[in-house]
């Protein structure tokens, strides 16, 4: 079984705009609601795939029940710490060609709240295989709450798969996650430099190789992704497509990821599974969903190719 960690859910609200008038009053008509953050995203996903997976992380007030009532109807199985505060709103304005995100910060966690859900977590391993844990973290948890969570994931020998970004990504590779999904964004804030060329993300991987990570996998967005795995660094190359809506996609390809290792796939056809889900989420409206029975042709038309080993 995959375990999916959501310690930031969110209600994600999707708005679509024909144009945005700043300052001034947009009517939208196009308003989509889903059992956000990105970990449950991705579990949408592994779901639409038929792999056994369930749902953890922290969920408050109306917004925690609403999360709750969409996993229940779609069946999807999730064990969630109730919390006092109130789970947080994403919003997504779609207008034009551009996407802008506004994220609120999530709510304040009890130190009883943190404990409790760590009491919950060690239980959930050892009933899964894979753990998949993806998104901020709420600030009370602090930034090394995920190294928390990958150590004792380790401890009971299963493979923890992180994509997360700034001090929580920083502070978790000391404890050797199985598996990161960092953009070049959050990898230019990891080393504290530039990184923009492909030479840039060459030079990244080899550097962060020190931390013996089995797959780091730099996600470049619709240009595809760039990874280090054995020793070997590898360039993988979408389908290209019109994006219809790309929100959701980075957390449609580590559920790609997921599942091929689920699937014991060899590290050519992981890195094509991943990066073709996260194409396919691109071509929906709806953030965090598939449209499974595209898989194979757009797997025969995603590239992979060895550039080099180190
Ligand atoms: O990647 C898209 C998305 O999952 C949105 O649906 C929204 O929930 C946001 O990311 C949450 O990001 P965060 O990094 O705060 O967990």
Redesign the pocket.
């Known amino acids: 079984m995959i375990l999916t960690i959501?310690?930031?859910?969110?209600v994600?609200i999707?708005y679509r705009l024909d144009s945005l008038v700043n300052n001034g009053v947009n009517r939208c008509s196009d308003v989509i609601k889903?059992a956000?953050?990105?970990?449950?995203?991705a579990t949408r996903v592994i779901s639409l795939a038929k792999e056994d997976v369930c749902a953890t992380g922290l969920l408050g007030g109306s917004n925690g029940q609403f999360i709750v009532d969409r996993l229940n109807k779609s069946n999807i199985k999730n064990d969630f710490m109730k919390i006092e505060g109130e789970t947080?709103n994403?919003i997504?304005v779609l207008h034009e060609d551009n996407q802008t995100?506004i994220?609120?910060?999530?709510p304040s966690i009890s130190v009883d709240e943190k404990n409790n859900f760590i009491k919950k977590y060690e239980e959930l391993v050892q009933d899964s295989d894979i753990v998949l844990a993806?998104?901020?973290?709420p600030k009370d948890l602090g930034h090394d709450f995920y190294k928390v969570l990958i150590e004792i994931c380790n401890r009971y020998n299963k493979k923890f798969l992180l994509d997360?970004?700034g001090n929580s990504l920083s502070s978790a590779l000391v404890a050797t996650p199985y598996l990161i999904k960092p953009n070049k964004d959050e990898i230019t804030q990891l080393l504290q430099r530039e990184v923009r060329s492909e030479e840039d993300v060459l030079n990244a991987l080899i550097e962060l190789n020190k931390y013996s990570i089995p797959y780091i996998i730099v996600s470049l967005g619709a240009d595809g992704a760039m990874a280090l795995c054995n020793k070997k660094v590898y360039r993988v190359t979408p389908h290209k497509i019109k994006a219809v809506n790309p929100?959701?996609?980075?957390?449609s390809t580590i559920a790609g990821f997921a599942i091929a290792i689920q699937r014991k796939f060899e590290t050519q056809d992981l890195l094509r599974y991943g990066c073709t889900l996260g194409t396919l989420n691109a071509l929906e409206q709806q953030?965090?969903y598939v449209n499974m029975d595209l898989v194979d042709e757009f797997m025969e038309k995603t590239k992979v190719e060895i550039l080099r080993e180190i």
């Open positions: 959501t310690l930031n859910p969110a994600d999707s889903t956000g953050g990105k970990g449950l995203n947080r994403c997504a995100e994220l609120e910060p999530g993806s998104g901020s973290v997360t970004s929100v959701g996609s980075g957390d953030t965090g």
